[in-house]
């Protein structure tokens, strides 16, 4: 029995069974990674911050090769200058999650976190907003 695929064995497959099974795949290696907070009470600060650096460079990764790259190649073929949308977008995007982060959360002196106490017409009024 041969378990190798190949590219053409692959276009054989129905497109949604193909996304299934893509899904799942990263359902369970998200779940596995998670599932490590189980077995450790402390993690190494030096260990954190390479995950995090990490985690940081698939997210930069992901959102050039699916948001800023093809908002280029859109803008080129529609015959507009290819940097625009995509310096709007990626300054749209910082500017929305730095009013958010002001709205909703400080940074205490301690070095943690903490919510503001706002009302909660007010949180509706700001989600109806964006």
Known sequence: MNLTLSFESL????????????????WGVTALGSSLVFFFKEINKKALNLMLGFAA?????ASFWSLLAPSIEMAEAAGKKGWIPAVVGFLSGGAFLYILIKLFLTFTSTGKWKKLRVSRPHYIEVFFWF
């Open 11 to 26: 276009l054989k497959v129905n497109p949604i069974l193909l996304a299934l099974f893509a899904t799942l795949f990263t």
């Open 57 to 61: 460079g698939v997210m930069i990764a």
